[in-house]
Antibody
Framework: EVQLVESGGGLVKPGGSLRLSCAAS????????MSWVRQAPGKGLEWVGR??????????DYAAPVKGRFTISRDDSKNTLYLQVNSLKTEDTAVYYC??????????????????WGQGTVVTVSS | DIVMTQSPDSLAVSLGERATINCKSS????????????LAWYQQKPEQPPKLLIY???TRESGVPDRFSGSGSGTDFTLTISSLQAEDVAVYYC?????????FGPGTKVDIK
């Protein structure tokens, strides 16, 4: 079964840090393009960033509001994606979703649309 | 950044009737080298993560009912639900994945009239 399971969310004070994890199963992780998307309470979806798969160069892109504070990394040996979130602000409060764009024969089927979504992990930034 | 807009913000449609959602991008998301539009549609039901419905602007994801269809090219796109069912009540988002950041539209809420 194709699955993404996030963990690591919680309550943190402004200026604090967290590391979110996303455990993947059921697909070829090493070639998948992995992304983080967040959703503030009662709001729409916001793209956070993407880490391309190994066969596509493994490049990383970030949204402007998080660039320099958030870092996406991956451990292909553990089929796990990470999001290190530093210098947290109250406006970072959101559900953080891990997503995947999966491949067949090393080709991203959808070209980068977000095929698979986890259930999300909640990050609350408050004093 | 590419800005995505959607209209309407919300709509209410009778069961079995057609629902149409529009999405517009601030610049073209058509990649000339492969003639593909880097535009996706997602459905989010209450208390659930989003689900991919359509990619390449018009390709239905596996398992998505054929009452959902996507159309358009360049900067103007449409998601159509041909015959609204009760289980289609949700918020629908478009997203461009042509150029990072891969921005989403603000969403359109679909309800039953």
């Amino acid at each position: 079964e194709v699955q993404l399971v996030e963990s690591g969310g919680g309550l943190v004070k402004p200026g604090g840090s967290l590391r979110l994890s996303c455990a993947a199963s059921g697909f070829t992780f090493i070639n998948a393009w992995m992304s983080w998307v967040r959703q503030a309470p009662g709001k729409g979806l916001e793209w956070v960033g993407r880490f391309k798969g190994k066969t596509d160069g493994g490049t990383i892109d970030y949204a402007a509001p998080v660039k320099g504070r958030f870092t996406i990394s991956r451990d292909d040996s553990k089929n796990t994606l990470y999001l290190q979130v530093n210098s947290l602000k109250t406006e970072d409060t959101a559900v953080y979703y891990c997503t995947a764009s999966i491949t067949i024969s090393r080709v991203v089927i959808s070209g980068g649309a977000l095929d698979i979504w986890g259930q999300g992990t909640v990050v609350t930034v408050s004093s | 950044d590419i800005v995505m807009t959607q209209s309407p913000d919300s709509l209410a449609v009778s069961l079995g009737e057609r629902a149409t959602i529009n999405c517009k991008s601030s610049q073209s998301v058509l990649y000339s080298s492969n003639n593909k539009n880097y535009l996706a549609w997602y459905q989010q039901k209450p208390e659930q993560p989003p689900k991919l419905l359509i990619y390449w602007a018009s390709t239905r994801e596996s398992g998505v009912p054929d009452r959902f269809s996507g159309s358009g090219s360049g900067t103007d796109f449409t998601l159509t639900i041909s015959s609204l069912q009760a289980e289609d009540v949700a918020v629908y988002y478009c997203q461009q994945y042509y150029d990072p950041p891969h921005t989403f539209g603000p969403g359109t809420k679909v309800d039953i009239k």
